[in-house]
């Protein structure tokens, strides 16, 4: 089982919302604690590039292109990440990836599809 497992990506007409989350169905408590976590997108053609990050200590960036409409959040007991995303464009399609990092590990996840429909 991976470490990192996303879920909740779609189809969504543009103007809507959807909610990802990043579960770490492996991962001890303690280490989840400490991790540094982001959302990464990749458009066809394109680079991965930074949606949202969230370190250990809370702090949170957002990209200019989501800042506004995205919100990332993490919740300690489940072990899980998420990222609220509304009124979605049409740009925001791509796969979501899931990372968490610390100064031990480097963890990836396996994506999840975004497709926003105009």
């Known amino acids: 089982q991976a470490q990192l497992v996303e879920s909740g990506g779609g189809l969504v007409q543009a103007g809507g919302s959807l909610r990802l989350s990043c579960k770490a169905p492996?991962?001890?408590?303690?280490?989840?604690?400490?991790?540094?976590m982001g959302w990464y997108r990749q458009a066809p053609g394109k680079q991965r590039e930074m949606v949202a990050t969230?370190?250990?200590?809370?702090?949170?960036d957002y990209s200019n292109s989501v800042n506004g409409r995205f919100t990332i959040y993490r919740d300690y007991a489940r072990k899980t990440m998420y990222l609220q995303m509304s009124s979605l464009k049409v740009d925001d399609s791509g796969v979501y990836y899931c990372n968490s990092f610390s100064d031990r590990n480097d963890y990836w996840g396996q994506g999840t599809q975004v497709t926003v429909s105009s």
């Open positions: 969230i370190s250990r200590d809370g702090k949170i």
């Open positions: 492996r991962m001890i408590t303690s280490t989840f604690n400490v991790q540094n």
